[in-house]
T-cell receptor
Framework: SQKIEQNSEALNIQEGKTATLTCNYT??????LQWYRQDPGRGPVFLLL?????KEKRKERLKVTFDTTLKQSLFHITASQPADSATYLC????????????FGRGTSLIVHP | GAVVSQHPSWVICKSGTSVKIECRSL??????MFWYRQFPKQSLMLMAT?????????EQGVEKDKFLINHASLTLSTLTVTSAHPEDSSFYIC??????????????FGQGTRLTVV
């Protein structure tokens, strides 16, 4: 069956450290993968998109890697801040390039001052 | 980034009544809109995809007669939950995309609507 797996346990880290979140998928061949941030009671906010032919993408303190062999994406936040505390969702294009994102459950990140 | 406005942000209704949720794209043409529902600590589940001027395509298991979707203009889509029951209580989120820019362009999300049916 098709699955998108994100660690359901919250990730607690200290301010200033690098947070690394994982997204694994099974039985998908996505053309691209995205990461979103969601705050409680709010809709998701787009952060980064990485395509299947890209290994790595950066945006300010954010870095995303995409390994289509391992079927895994890693999402890094460097120099983390308490304001980075939120739930981070990965979504992949499950429809062969027609962009209908399918979401993982998300991982909660808590950055302690 | 582009703005999608969803209204209301929360609503409480009585069992058996209908509730309409609006999703507007404020500064771009939303050729395609997606409607999701999300239960606590769960992922967003796609309910339906609608293209402007066409009937919505519903995901398996979503009752089209219960969740009426209208996408009559390039800036507005509505989701009406008909004869709502307590099990319909959830967080409903829309997202909008301009596919005139290509199918792999970013979709922008509304703020979500918390529906509570009592």
């Amino acid at each position: 069956s098709q699955k998108i797996e994100q660690n359901s346990e919250a990730l607690n880290i200290q301010e200033g450290k690098t947070a690394t979140l994982t997204c694994n998928y099974t039985n998908y061949s996505p053309a691209y993968l995205q990461w979103y941030r969601q705050d409680p009671g709010r809709g998701p906010v787009f952060l980064l998109l990485i395509r299947e032919n890209e290994k790595e993408k950066r945006k300010e303190r954010l870095k995303v890697t995409f390994d289509t062999t391992l079927k895994q994406s890693l999402f890094h936040i460097t120099a983390s801040q308490p304001a980075d505390s939120a739930t981070y969702l990965c979504a992949l294009d499950a429809s062969g390039g027609s962009y209908i994102p399918t979401f993982g459950r998300g991982t909660s990140l808590i950055v302690h001052p | 980034g582009a703005v999608v406005s969803q209204h209301p942000s929360w609503v409480i209704c009585k069992s058996g009544t209908s509730v309409k949720i609006e999703c507007r794209s404020l500064d771009f043409q939303a050729t395609t809109m997606f409607w999701y529902r999300q239960f606590p600590k769960q992922s967003l589940m796609l309910m339906a995809t609608s293209n402007e001027g066409s009937k919505a395509t519903y995901e398996q298991g979503v009752e089209k007669d219960k969740f009426l979707i209208n996408h009559a203009s390039l800036t507005l889509s509505t989701l009406t939950v008909t004869s709502a029951h307590p099990e319909d209580s959830s967080f409903y989120i829309c997202s909008a995309q301009d596919r005139n820019l290509g199918s792999n362009t970013e979709a922008f999300f509304g703020q979500g609507t918390r529906l509570t049916v009592v």
